[in-house]
């Protein structure tokens, strides 16, 4: 991934990780918690492609699984967001430009669920049996309605930031500079260009007095 991604990537996460513990999971709505998060891996996939929605949410979920008050075993979100960050990678509109909100909206949904779905049996396969509890039913609508009622304010912005990121003047700057720098440096290493140059100047001049001394020869002849 390059420089300015993973700075980008990093704030973003950090930042919805921040206000997803710190407001959203304190709002204490019946059902599931809106995944500000997983919007964010969402965003930053459909610009990025499928390996560095991957990466995004690997990063993301293992974040999230460190960070307090996670209840849960290590790896575990970060398992299930990498496996949806690749997946809205696979969607990736052109150029990362959305021509509609239809597909995105779909995504978000299907991601919603689907995070829900995996983390769930994930969860069932180490143990934790939480979801049974609260009701599986519940958990999935209440996830995809609030992810799908946050989902226009969150993912169109990280989508424009990410392909701000991706357009950097400064890359082309610096490509330009190189290539000045490269030109520059096949001048004056050996003095490549200014040998030609002299070499050059050298035939001319002899060329020159060549055509002199050849000159004055024939006038000398026409004097005799």
Known sequence: MRVNRILLSSTLIVVALVLQVSILARLHLPGAVPDLLLLTVLGLAMVYGHVGGALVGFGAGLLADLAPPADHAAGRYAL?????????????????????ATGPMAVVAAAAIGSTLLYAGVGALVGDTAARHVGL???????????????????????????????????????????????????????????????????????ARARLARAGRIKGVKRL
């Not at 209440?142 to 989902?151: I, M, S």
Request: net charge positive; glycine share 16%; proline share 4%.
């Open 137 to 207: 039913g519940s958990l999935l609508f209440t996830a995809a309605l609030y992810d799908l009622l946050l989902a226009p304010f969150v993912v169109p912005g990280i989508m424009a930031l990410a392909r701000r990121a991706e357009n950097d003047p400064l890359a082309g700057t610096n490509s330009a500079a190189a290539k000045a720098t490269d030109i520059s440096t096949g001048w004056l290493s050996g003095g490549t260009g200014l040998k030609i140059g002299g070499q050059r100047g050298g035939m001319r001049m002899k060329a």
């Open 80 to 100: 299930v967001l990498c496996v949806i960050g690749y997946l809205a990678g696979l969607v990736k509109p052109d150029h990362g430009r959305l021509k509609s």
